[in-house]
C-alpha cells in the first residue's frame, strides 16, 4: 500500500524550532515534485514549500528565511525545518508526494505555537 506519514509536530514556543519528516513507502520523492503544506482552523490547505527532483525549492512568502525543506539521500524521506515559528504557524502540516500518476497525503501532524 502507498502512503506517506508524517511526524515531528507538537507545542512549541514563539520564536522555537520545530523539524517534520515525511516518510514514504515508495521513492517517489526521486521522480516527482513533492512538497509541504498546511491547514488552520476556518481556512483552506496552502502551499508551504515545495522540492522537485533535481533540487529546486521554492517557498511560501510567509516562511521564506525561516523554513527549509530537504529530502534524505535514501529519497523516501523529507523533511520540513521550521525555525523561529510564529503562532501563525500554528496549523496542521501535510505531506503530499506523487507515485505512478496518483497523488498522496499523509494524515498531517499537529504544529501549535504560543505566544
Known amino acids: 500500500q502507498v502512503q506517506v506519514v508524517e511526524s515531528g509536530g507538537g507545542l512549541v514556543q514563539a520564536g522555537g524550532s520545530l523539524r517534520l519528516s515525511c516518510v514514504a513507502s515508495?521513492?517517489?520523492?526521486?521522480?516527482?515534485?513533492m512538497g509541504w503544506y498546511r491547514q488552520a482552523p476556518g481556512k483552506q490547505r496552502e502551499l508551504v514549500a515545495t522540492l522537485t527532483p533535481g533540487g529546486s525549492t521554492n517557498y511560501a512568502d510567509s516562511v521564506k528565511g525561516r523554513f527549509t525543506i530537504s529530502r534524505a539521500s535514501a529519497k523516501k524521506t523529507a523533511y520540513l525545518q521550521m525555525n523561529s515559528l510564529k503562532p501563525e504557524d500554528t496549523a496542521v502540516y501535510y505531506c503530499?508526494?506523487?507515485?505512478?500518476?496518483?497523488?498522496?497525503w499523509g494524515q498531517g501532524t499537529q504544529v501549535t505555537v504560543s505566544s
Open positions: 503530499n508526494g506523487r507515485w505512478d500518476g496518483v497523488n498522496y
Open positions: 515508495e521513492p517517489m520523492f526521486s521522480f516527482n515534485t
